[in-house]
């Protein structure tokens, strides 16, 4: 998002072009798996979309659009994501056969930026920028609209997400929305504001009260801009209308729908960046918690598995990591060597699969220092 944000008025033309072409979007579907019925649904989504005005409650007349659906609509930032896709991809099949080539950044395009260090002393971070010829910055800061290095459980946090909700659901809004109304505006809202921050982010109980609260009340509020009673229990409303409720939905549910992704894209992506990241520095960690011959930490299948000659004449079988560290305990990028201790003396074949063992231990080194 980013990119395009910074390029727009490079890539303007012909990201809009793509956009007009509702045959393509029905292409890309088609190549992503979406059988006939669904993509003759979204036919039907974009290419008979009408209005109609309220008069009196209502709906008076139909006009259609020349657009397709608009900006407000949910469907529309998925439908966006399938379509910058394929430019991602034609972007990185060029990057892969020299297509693309750098540009020399300008020296006012590095003054506008920032350094930050990761676990650095300052002064380096200082030299460095100043050899890069930019400011140093701080954390926490934002990236892609998200803050990195502030605390997700902290309530101050949550604040852009908050403030944005209050804004969008202001109580003089109730003067002029039914109740109806009232209650396709916070959909509408909790379908777009609060969906970036819950899909990377668990969030705390005590935002949700507050969320939750600003909606109770704005559904609520009465014409004459007082606080009625609660018609209904709110855990009733946020049921589905097929049970009874309004449809709104749990917010915590909502978030527990949206981080599922991450488990799912983790057993997808293993050769990717942030799954090799994960599988080294937060699932191993110190080793004072997985260990060495039973648990799963290299490959799919736990060391005893893979190595049971070895296993059988180990005598450390219940070991944890840190404790077969020849390099003072600390299951680190300081790993000297591994403590591998067996009954007796190995035989020919058992002299192979330690020879494997140790490849798998170095390879396993090798991804967690790239």
């Given at each position: 998002?980013?990119?395009?944000?910074?390029?727009?008025?490079?890539?303007?033309?012909?990201?809009?072009?793509?956009?007009?072409?509702?045959?393509?979007?029905?292409?890309?579907?088609?190549?992503?798996?979406?059988?006939?019925?669904?993509?003759?649904?979204?036919?039907?989504?974009?290419?008979?979309?009408?209005?109609?005005?309220?008069?009196?409650?209502?709906?008076?007349?139909?006009?259609?659009?020349?657009?397709?659906?608009?900006?407000?609509?949910?469907?529309?930032?998925?439908?966006?994501?399938?379509?910058?896709?394929?430019?991602?991809?034609?972007?990185d099949k060029a990057?892969?056969?020299?297509?693309?080539?750098?540009?020399?950044?300008?020296?006012?395009?590095?003054?506008?930026?920032?350094?930050?260090?990761?676990?650095?002393?300052?002064?380096?971070?200082?030299?460095?920028?100043?050899?890069?010829?930019?400011?140093?910055?701080?954390?926490?800061?934002?990236?892609?609209?998200?803050p990195l290095g502030?605390?997700?459980?902290?309530?101050?946090?949550?604040?852009?997400?908050?403030?944005?909700?209050?804004?969008?659901?202001?109580?003089?809004?109730?003067?002029?929305?039914?109740?109806?109304?009232?209650?396709?505006?916070?959909?509408?809202?909790?379908?777009?504001?609060?969906?970036?921050?819950?899909?990377?982010?668990?969030?705390?109980?005590?935002?949700?009260?507050?969320?939750?609260?600003?909606?109770?009340?704005?559904?609520?509020?009465?014409a004459d801009h007082?606080?009625?009673?609660?018609?209904?229990?709110?855990?009733?409303?946020?049921?589905?209308?097929?049970?009874?409720?309004?449809?709104?939905?749990?917010?915590?549910?909502?978030?527990?729908?949206?981080?599922?992704?991450?488990?799912?894209?983790?057993?997808?992506?293993?050769?990717?960046?942030?799954?090799?990241?994960?599988?080294?520095?937060?699932?191993?960690?110190?080793?004072?918690?997985?260990?060495?011959?039973?648990?799963?930490?290299?490959?799919?299948?736990?060391?005893?598995?893979?190595?049971?000659?070895?296993?059988?004449?180990?005598?450390?079988?219940?070991?944890?990591?840190?404790?077969?560290?020849?390099?003072?305990?600390?299951?680190?990028?300081?790993?000297?060597?591994?403590?591998?201790?067996?009954?007796?003396?190995?035989?020919?074949?058992?002299?192979?699969?330690?020879?494997?063992?140790?490849?798998?231990?170095?390879?396993?080194?090798?991804?967690?220092?790239?």
């Amino acid at each position: 998002m980013a990119f395009y944000q910074a390029n727009w008025d490079t890539v303007k033309t012909d990201v809009q072009a793509v956009f007009d072409d509702w045959d393509f979007l029905g292409f890309v579907l088609d190549k992503k798996g979406f059988g006939a019925v669904w993509r003759k649904w979204m036919l039907g989504c974009w290419s008979s979309t009408s209005f109609s005005v309220f008069l009196n409650g209502r709906p008076r007349g139909k006009f259609k659009v020349s657009r397709g659906l608009l900006q407000g609509d949910s469907l529309s930032p998925f439908l966006f994501i399938l379509r910058v896709d394929v430019l991602g991809r034609m972007v990185d099949k060029a990057k892969s056969v020299s297509a693309l080539r750098g540009f020399k950044v300008g020296k006012d395009f590095v003054e506008k930026c920032q350094l930050l260090g990761i676990n650095l002393e300052e002064d380096i971070v200082e030299l460095r920028a100043k050899e890069i010829g930019c400011e140093v910055g701080q954390w926490p800061m934002k990236y892609l609209g998200l803050p990195l290095g502030a605390s997700p459980h902290n309530k101050g946090f949550w604040e852009p997400v908050i403030s944005s909700c209050a804004k969008c659901l202001d109580g003089w809004k109730c003067v002029f929305l039914s109740r109806g109304g009232r209650l396709t505006l916070i959909q509408s809202i909790l379908s777009s504001i609060p969906v970036y921050y819950m899909s990377f982010f668990c969030i705390p109980k005590g935002v949700v009260e507050v969320l939750e609260k600003l909606i109770r009340d704005f559904l609520w509020e009465g014409a004459d801009h007082s606080q009625s009673d609660n018609l209904v229990s709110w855990k009733e409303v946020c049921k589905s209308r097929d049970h009874g409720g309004f449809g709104i939905g749990n917010l915590d549910s909502r978030n527990n729908a949206f981080l599922m992704k991450w488990p799912w894209r983790f057993s997808l992506e293993k050769s990717s960046l942030w799954h090799r990241v994960v599988m080294s520095r937060f699932k191993v960690g110190k080793g004072d918690r997985i260990r060495f011959w039973e648990d799963i930490w290299i490959n799919d299948a736990p060391l005893k598995l893979q190595f049971p000659d070895l296993f059988f004449i180990s005598l450390s079988g219940n070991c944890l990591i840190k404790d077969m560290v020849v390099s003072g305990g600390k299951a680190s990028l300081e790993i000297l060597g591994w403590d591998l201790r067996f009954r007796r003396n190995l035989f020919k074949m058992e002299v192979t699969s330690l020879t494997q063992l140790l490849q798998s231990l170095v390879k396993f080194l090798n991804d967690f220092i790239s």
